[in-house]
């Protein structure tokens, strides 16, 4: 990581470049000629360098090419996430369904549908989003999240069919 | 401590290692300042080495020292950014995303200048031949630098630094667009 530049004491000046043995120095801290300064200056990169260069060029050119739609999916879940923290559950709920539509396989993003989706009373769509996470793999605290939802589900469920009932 | 993990993260972050010392010989290349040895990586301390003949100016030592460190905060944030929205988002974040947040790290924590390269440049701005341009530029920049060093030695400065460029401002951006 660290890098040293030549000490001017390195080397004494002498008259004739110390590469080719030309006369006319310019005065530059290394005896070399303008010719020869050229020449190491000049050195050519190795073959490797610049396809890794390459490389890391194109992954920062994808990764630009992405970034307004991440940047765009990220605000969004921002936006959702924050519906939900202000307990504005039918905001929340439109906004993780897009969401979950574009992410059918992401269990946090499900969770979080369901969780918007049972308390905007849209229990239909909980309940399918519930099936769909039952036969994923997941972890233990999204088990423990499902499993509150569940039970909430079944409660809200219960409710609703004794509500329909006294009708 | 830190010292000790030193060559440990050099090796995890090799292609900043790489990229700090390819990214000055370039400079040298273009300023016409022969490169006398290169070695852009080792297991050890220093992890890379550039020796090369002293720049002639003021201009050209500034610009080794802070050129490098501009465009790879630039390329690292660029090369961040997916895993950084991964992670203000859904939160699982692709292979890809990984792996190109981990190249963006690795060049930003290596894109300061060395500890020689801030006290030539520090040298040059106490020089009275460097013009009034160069030292009302030189002296601010040459504080940073050594605050940075400093720093680097008891809080890990350049991975905090990484961090807060590759993913940090562009999590605090999304925060921003979502509004309250």
Request: contains cysteine; negative net charge; aromatic residues 10%.
């Amino acid at each position: 990581m660290k890098e040293h530049s030549l000490d001017k004491s390195e080397g004494p000046l002498k008259a004739q470049c110390q590469q080719c043995g030309a006369s006319g120095l310019d005065g530059e801290v290394m005896p070399v000629c303008e010719r020869c300064r050229l020449a190491i200056a000049r050195h050519d990169f190795p073959t490797w360098l610049k396809n890794s260069a390459f490389i890391v060029l194109l992954m920062a050119i994808i990764a630009g090419v992405q970034s307004p739609s991440k940047l765009a999916i990220a605000i969004a879940y921002k936006s959702a996430q924050n519906h939900a923290i202000r307990e504005e559950w039918e905001k929340a709920f439109q906004a993780y369904q897009a969401l979950s539509v574009k992410f059918p396989g992401n269990v946090g993003t499900t969770l979080s549908y369901v969780e918007a989706a049972l308390h905007s009373n849209h229990l239909g769509e909980a309940s399918d989003g519930l099936q769909l996470l039952s036969h994923d793999l997941i972890s233990e605290s999204e088990g423990a999240r499902l499993l509150g939802f569940q039970e909430d589900l079944k409660r809200a469920l219960a409710i609703q069919t004794e509500k329909e009932s006294q009708r | 401590m830190l010292f000790i993990l030193d060559p440990v993260i050099a090796a995890l972050t090799f292609p900043g290692v790489i990229a700090h010392q390819a990214a000055r010989q370039l400079i040298c290349r273009v300023m016409n300042i022969p490169v006398l040895e290169v070695c852009y990586f080792r297991f050890g301390d220093p992890s890379g080495i550039l020796r090369y003949e002293s720049a002639n100016d003021a201009a050209k030592q500034y610009l080794i020292c802070v050129a490098p460190l501009f465009c790879y905060t630039i390329l690292g944030a660029v090369l961040g950014f997916p895993l950084a929205m991964a992670f203000a988002g859904h939160g699982s974040p692709q292979f890809v995303d990984i792996l190109f947040g981990w190249l963006g790290f690795s060049l930003v924590m290596h894109a300061f200048p060395s500890q020689e390269e801030v006290t030539e440049l520090f040298a040059w701005v106490r020089n009275s031949d460097t013009s009034l341009l160069m030292k009302i530029i030189g002296w601010p920049t040459v504080m940073v630098f050594k605050i940075c060093s400093i720093a680097s030695i008891y809080c890990w400065f350049y991975g905090l630094f990484a961090i807060l460029f590759c993913f940090g401002l562009s999590n605090q951006l999304v925060v921003f667009l979502a509004g309250p």
